[in-house]
């Protein structure tokens, strides 16, 4: 492994690094221009005095200016103590670390699917040019863009919970997985058969193709390969594209996961909470998608083009 | 990428020949236009006019789709919300092409630092996931349509602002951009008063792709909660108030949900076929 490979992949996970910082700092002042002090608020519902409004704030640390209130919850972030939530007056950090299972079971199976189905529909479409598949990739496309997940979840619950009633509704894990499934296997299938087909184009397939490798093993051993690039970096859009999906079949299934934690807070207007679980969705999607295009960067070191 | 080298970016003969499935979309798309400007109006029922003794009743003469579990007409609510949700999604897409245009070009002929720090905010908003910067926003702006059409607009604008840094880039090469300025044009002047024009291209097809996304989010917004003012009639809203009854009331659901299903589909299916026809080479943009 040469030294500007390691070099390039530092480089990458710098920049994730950065972009955690970046987005801390936006949400952390987008949540602060809330109309209103979250205080007022509170004391508006709950009827607290002046002097009770004041303690409050004190414990709350709003009192002190935004970066120092910036500082304070970063450090304490990092140890893992994400303050207390306004509205159960539970610590933050126990309630994301028990719906935390739920969205990465729920996450987790859905990127595999979908993109094990994603690859290996492009693939047949590939592989076998004048069949149906090419029809596949071209519906599954149509279907991610037009559908709606929350639109697709109920008509598979309309279908196969109240029809067939093959499964029960809710804490159902397999159609959500479905659902998200399908939706990414379409944000991928396409692209990549671009990809695939305009690598058919270049030299080494038509040296291949002179030397008389077969069909499918020019594209399976030539092509592929090289089109693994453009893969990882469609992983950062679908891996964007999950953590918003996953609020919605959260909501819709009943699934006590970060999504519907992050919703809750932001309709109880229960801003700790709400900072703390985008902040860490967040995080936690930009630093996969820096750990993807590392593993991009090592495979590959001249590819520039990598985000 | 071949299509660069030609110095303009040359484009197809524009022919008419459209698929079959476009032209149904283009005619449902303006039938559901016409039906959201005027269809309210010529309905004439009150979208939130209660019948609480006929709640969550099946279709009938009166009641086309039925009512919902407050006794609402499901039909004048799905013209209603069509109105809205077309109405949030306009909006938010100028919000997104204005803003994201206007600033992409401007910090793309500020160049240096400006630049440099303009498109690296670009980057930390687009490597947020979508929905939930859309979610922080509602919860910054506040709900109504003004605020969810700008948080939804502003969810989109980044992309808009790496289309036109591309094709600045792209047009600042050719000859016409050096001649502009060798007459000693400014920069910005040269962005604005002649680049502008001859990217606009670039930046309809872009709305094109981008305009079913802000549907999707509008609804996806609405159905979680944070859409605008809460007893108005969204699709959204009412998917989500109404699949509380769908064991008793299936239309309730399936209507709304058709509908959002089918305009998106119509919007996506001629998004698509502009994107194919009119800029081949923009596909790794969209988002």
């Not at chain 1, 709003?62 to 450090?75: A, F, G, K, M, T």
């Not at chain 2, 979309?25 to 400007?37: H, K, P």
């Not at chain 2, 609804?219 to 009412?238: C, E, I, K, N």
Request: hydrophobic share 55%.
């Amino acid at each position: 492994m040469s030294r500007t490979a390691i070099f390039g992949a530092l480089a990458v996970l710098g920049r994730s690094v950065l972009l955690v910082i970046g987005i801390t700092i936006i949400v952390f002042i987008l949540l602060r221009i809330v109309p209103g002090d979250i205080v007022e608020l509170l004391a508006s519902e709950g009827g607290f005095s002046t002097g009770q409004m004041e303690q409050l704030r004190q414990e709350l640390g709003l009192d002190r200016s935004w970066p120092e209130q910036l500082l304070i919850w970063s450090v304490n972030a990092l140890c893992g103590d994400f303050g207390v939530s306004l509205r159960f007056q539970r610590p933050i950090s126990e309630m994301i670390w028990s719906a935390m299972p739920a969205t990465l079971q729920l996450g987790a199976l859905s990127f595999v699917i979908g993109m094990s189905l994603g690859i290996s529909t492009a693939l047949a479409a590939a592989i076998w040019p004048r069949s149906p598949w090419r029809a596949v990739v071209e519906a599954l496309n149509v279907w991610s863009v037009a559908l709606p997940t929350f639109c697709v979840g109920f008509a598979f619950i309309l279908i196969f919970v109240l029809w067939l009633r093959w499964m029960p509704l809710l804490g159902n894990l397999w159609l959500p997985v479905l659902v998200l499934g399908i939706d990414i296997a379409g944000q991928i299938a396409k692209p990549l058969l671009e990809d695939i087909e305009e690598a058919r184009q270049s030299a080494y397939v038509r040296t291949a193709q002179a030397k008389g490798v077969s069909h499918r093993v020019i594209i399976l051993r030539h092509v592929l390969p090289n089109a693994l690039p453009s893969l990882l970096a469609l992983t950062g859009l679908v891996l964007g594209g999950l953590a918003g999906g996953t609020v919605t079949m959260e909501v819709l299934f009943g699934h006590n996961g970060l999504g519907r934690l992050t919703l809750d807070s932001v309709l109880g207007r229960d801003y700790t909470v709400t900072q703390a679980t985008v902040i860490i969705i967040a995080a936690t999607v930009v630093l996969a998608n820096g750990l993807v295009a590392m593993i991009g960067k090592l495979l590959d070191p001249g590819r520039e083009k990598m985000v | 990428m071949t299509l660069r080298s030609a110095g303009r970016l040359e484009t197809a003969p524009f022919k008419l020949a459209l698929p079959v499935s476009i032209w149904i979309a283009t005619l449902l798309l303006v039938g559901a236009v016409l039906v959201a400007l005027v269809g309210p109006e010529l309905y004439g029922l009150d979208p939130l006019a209660q019948n609480l003794r006929q709640r969550n009743s099946p279709p009938s003469v009166k009641y086309l789709l039925g009512t919902d579990h407050l006794g609402r007409d499901i039909m004048t609510r799905l013209i209603t919300g069509l109105r809205m949700s077309l109405l949030v999604a306009v909006l938010a897409l100028a919000v997104a092409a204005g803003v994201g245009v206007v600033l992409g070009l401007a910090a793309s002929a500020a160049s240096g630092i400006t630049s440099r720090v303009f498109f690296g905010f670009v980057d930390l908003l687009r490597a947020m996931p979508g929905v939930l910067l859309a979610l922080v926003l509602v919860a910054a702006l506040g709900s109504g349509i003004g605020p969810v059409a700008l948080a939804v607009g502003l969810t989109f604008a980044p992309t808009f602002a790496l289309v036109a840094r591309e094709a600045y880039h792209r047009e600042r090469a050719l000859p016409y951009v050096a001649a502009i300025a060798a007459c000693g044009a400014k920069p910005m002047r040269i962005a604005f008063s002649h680049l502008l024009p001859n990217i606009i291209g670039s930046i309809v097809t872009q709305t094109a792709i981008i305009f079913p996304r802000c549907i999707v989010t509008e609804s996806v917004m609405s159905f979680l909660g944070l859409g605008a003012a809460p007893d108005s009639a969204t699709w959204g809203r009412m998917i989500a108030q109404a699949s509380r009854f769908f064991e008793t009331n299936p239309t309730a659901v399936m209507a709304p949900t058709l509908a959002l299903a089918g305009l998106t589909l119509c919007v996506a299916l001629i998004g698509n076929e502009a994107r194919r026809r009119l800029d081949p080479i923009q596909r790794h943009l969209a988002r």
